[in-house]
């Protein structure tokens, strides 16, 4: 006979421009993956894209015993009616994506969490986060995400909204960010922000678009712009971990995403102020670290939503 395979999780991760479905093992190996891009239209042309994904997965997933389903999806979300409203697809507006999902894994259990959230679970059991007490993982891209693992444990919040880093408010009257509020953290360090701002300072890219490739290019061609668009990200993101420690004594911070594709320049632009805004010695015991698993992180750690009986299953017959 031959030897048994491992059960897997089947593991979603949802985002504005892309659906993806994989197979995940305990040891957070990610198998048969499966993407589709992420179609615009209402509620049931999106979840039209993304059954067709876990159709094609489910078929993969043949002779294997399937665990139960982890979704990582961008927030808002409320866990007490498993429903969804991610920003990025303006479809889904209380979109009850765990009924959806149970409705094809019929028995088994469906557990919803924050894009962020998944990424920062994904390091704590396999790369960067491992050993931390208390850690804050954060996406600095086209926004900025934040999730908080507590002792091996992931924080959702009252509702699964946790983490918002992006919108902790780092200069009241600083630019208009797309919440409504002023001078979040979003507005400052994220992707386009940085853009934004160093083309009305007047930069130009060397070549081709203006993007943050193009910024990271001109930065470290020494364009005096560019590199501070990235001291101003890094000292957004410098005063989010500074508050981070004093609230929750986080003890690491670990970051992904575009920017942080550009961890030379983006480094010591966040750990030159960090050391002036900590001021107590437990604030500035913080150890910042790249993110390790690149774009498989949300499924991983989706995955990883399944491995805690700890972690609530959240309803799948409304």
């Known amino acids: 006979m031959g030897q048994a395979l491992e059960p897997v999780a089947v593991a979603i991760d949802i985002g504005g421009t892309k659906l993806a479905a994989a197979l995940v093992e305990s040891d957070g190996t990610v198998l048969a993956r499966r993407t589709a891009a992420t179609p615009t239209g209402d509620a049931e042309t999106v979840w039209g894209g993304l059954a067709g994904v876990l159709d094609e997965l489910l078929r993969a997933a043949a002779g294997r015993t399937v665990l139960g389903a982890g979704i990582a999806s961008a927030a808002p979300m409320d866990l007490r009616t498993?429903?969804?409203?991610?920003?990025?697809?303006?479809?889904?507006?209380?979109?009850?994506?765990?009924?959806?999902?149970?409705?094809?894994?019929?028995?088994?259990?469906?557990?919803?969490?924050?894009?962020?959230?998944?990424?920062?679970?994904?390091?704590?059991?396999?790369?960067?986060?491992?050993?931390?007490?208390?850690?804050?993982?954060?996406?600095?891209?086209?926004?900025?995400?934040?999730?908080?693992?507590?002792?091996?444990?992931?924080?959702?919040?009252?509702?699964?909204?946790?983490?918002?880093?992006?919108?902790?408010?780092?200069d009241p009257t600083g630019p208009l960010c797309g919440c409504g509020a002023h001078g979040c953290s979003e507005a400052f360090a994220s992707g386009p922000s940085m853009v934004r701002w160093a083309s009305e300072q007047g930069w130009q890219p060397l070549g081709g678009t203006a993007d943050g490739v193009a910024l990271a290019a001109s930065a470290r061609a020494g364009d005096p712009t560019a590199r501070a668009a990235f001291r101003r990200s890094g000292a957004?993101?410098?005063?989010?971990?500074?508050?981070?420690?004093?609230?929750?004594?986080?003890?690491?911070?670990?970051?992904?995403?575009?920017?942080?594709?550009?961890?030379?320049?983006?480094?010591?632009?966040?750990?030159?102020?960090?050391?002036?805004?900590?001021?107590?010695?437990?604030?500035?015991?913080?150890?910042?670290?790249?993110?390790?698993?690149?774009?498989?992180?949300?499924?991983?750690?989706?995955?990883?939503?399944?491995?805690?009986?700890?972690?609530p299953s959240v309803p799948v017959g409304i």
């Not at 908080?148 to 983490?163: E, I, K, L, S």
């Open 236 to 311: 957004a993101v410098a005063q989010v971990i500074t508050v981070a420690s004093a609230l929750c004594e986080v003890d690491r911070v670990v970051i992904g995403g575009g920017v942080a594709q550009a961890w030379d320049l983006l480094e010591p632009a966040i750990t030159q102020p960090l050391a002036d805004y900590a001021g107590l010695e437990f604030m500035r015991r913080v150890d910042v670290c790249p993110a390790t698993l690149g774009v498989d992180s949300g499924l991983i750690g989706a995955a990883a939503l399944l491995a805690d009986d700890r972690v």
């Open 82 to 170: 498993g429903t969804i409203s991610p920003v990025n697809i303006p479809g889904w507006r209380d979109f009850p994506i765990t009924a959806r999902v149970g409705e094809l894994l019929p028995g088994l259990p469906v557990r919803l969490g924050g894009d962020a959230l998944c990424m920062a679970l994904a390091e704590y059991h396999h790369g960067n986060g491992r050993g931390s007490e208390c850690l804050l993982g954060m996406v600095v891209s086209t926004g900025i995400g934040g999730g908080f693992v507590f002792a091996g444990r992931p924080h959702f919040g009252a509702t699964g909204n946790a983490g918002h880093v992006g919108h902790f408010v780092v």
